[in-house]
């Protein structure tokens, strides 16, 4: 079998048959052998007795959400290839031949993008059209290098063989995202159709939450890419703190026109402490969802491999360690020259700062080469 049309389905009574019709129509007009396949995610309006009186295959899947949904459309398909969409009416399934072009030239994934074939007048919601779908397709081609104009498209067509590869876990509306990331991880081939978007045919508002999904696709993008998520943010964090916390030590430090004393070394040296956590944190996300098949394997934990061992952070450590006890005492001989009585304030803060700083990132390395070394137990 070279096609399945495959159409989640939850109480679409109202649109379900003009899809399924619309499904068989393009096989027989293009002489495919192929099915329509109604992955139902418990309904309750006949919707399955529908599918079935029509001549379509109906899977029961009893886990509830979109992603869920399609995993088990998935699963059970026959085809060599699946064409996806929503069974709402929204998209056309007499015309699908651009996807099955694409498709039988190689490509793993296909995707539909309404931007590019046409929103008809009220298809998608304003929010939807000019913030939601832009933004969120914006930071998935910055976060994960896709040439995707449009992630959220819910028309798109995929081998079988590369879509169970991918090991897809989301259950909800974020599958959507998680299917393109995946793709584009592992170096698959993508390419993109236009696409047009009709009005759903349902009298009932769409499964579809706004501000709850567009959480669920962030927050997931995020997850997926821990150098935006933790290495880029800490990294400026380190950088910015250094900078303002040598400044400060120089009496150079001005902000917006006022001059930075030594009381903000307490911030500054705060940013480079969060900062080295947060690219820290980086390191441990990676080599954690590389090991748990969440990311594929890639330079980066080649590079950790190759530069980054126990001993080399119990050195640096160390290091740090003994400069910020030395530091420590020099204050303490400071002290001692005043026989324990007043100090002036801003000099103690400029040797005192740097110490406690550099003892918190000595302790913080010695804690994390054993940490780090933990995590890689497994792959060596």
Not at 309 to 333: H, K, P, Q, T, V
Request: proline share 3%; charged share 15%.
């Amino acid at each position: 079998m070279e096609l399945t049309i495959l159409m989640p389905c939850l109480n679409e009574a109202e649109t379900l048959a003009t899809c399924i019709e619309k499904g068989k129509k393009f096989l027989q007009n293009n002489n495919i052998h192929g099915e329509v396949l109604i992955a139902d995610n418990g309904s309750t309006d006949g919707s399955q007795q529908i599918a079935r009186d029509l001549g379509a295959i109906v899977v029961d899947i009893p886990v509830k959400g979109y992603g869920a949904a399609l995993i088990g459309g998935i699963n059970a398909a026959q085809g060599k290839y699946i064409i996806m969409g929503d069974s709402d009416d929204s998209y056309d399934f007499s015309r699908l031949e651009l996807f099955v072009e694409k498709l039988r030239q190689g490509y793993d994934l296909v995707m539909g993008n309404r931007f590019k074939g046409g929103i008809m007048k009220g298809a998608m919601p304003f929010l939807h059209r000019y913030l939601g779908n832009p933004v969120l397709s914006f930071i998935g081609r910055l976060f994960f290098r896709s040439g995707i104009g449009d992630f959220h498209c819910g028309l798109r067509g995929f081998s079988k063989e590369a879509a169970q590869k991918l090991n897809l876990k989301c259950t909800g509306m974020e599958f959507a995202s998680e299917m393109v990331v995946k793709f584009t991880l592992l170096n698959l081939k993508i390419a993109e159709v236009p696409t047009i978007l009709h009005p759903d045919g349902r009298s009932r508002p769409p499964h579809l939450r706004t501000w709850r999904d567009g959480w669920r696709h962030l927050r997931f993008l995020l997850m997926y890419s821990p150098r935006w998520l933790f290495l880029y943010p800490g990294m400026v964090l380190m950088i910015l703190g250094l900078i303002f916390s040598l400044l400060i030590l120089l009496s150079k430090a001005t902000l917006f026109g006022i001059g930075l004393k030594e009381h903000s070394l307490i911030y500054s040296f705060s940013m480079l402490i969060i900062g080295f956590q947060s690219v820290s944190f980086y390191m441990f996300t990676k080599i954690f969802a590389v090991q748990e098949g969440l990311l594929p394997y890639d330079t980066d934990i080649k590079n950790f491999n190759k530069y980054i061992n126990l001993e080399m952070g119990l050195i640096i450590g160390g290091l740090l360690l003994l400069s910020g006890i030395g530091l420590s005492i020099y204050a303490l001989m400071i002290w001692n020259s005043t026989h324990f009585g007043t100090l002036e304030p801003g000099q103690m803060l400029k040797i005192v700062m740097p110490a406690c700083t550099l003892l918190i990132l000595g302790f913080q390395m010695l804690l994390y080469s054993f940490f780090y070394s933990i995590l890689g137990l497994k792959h060596s």
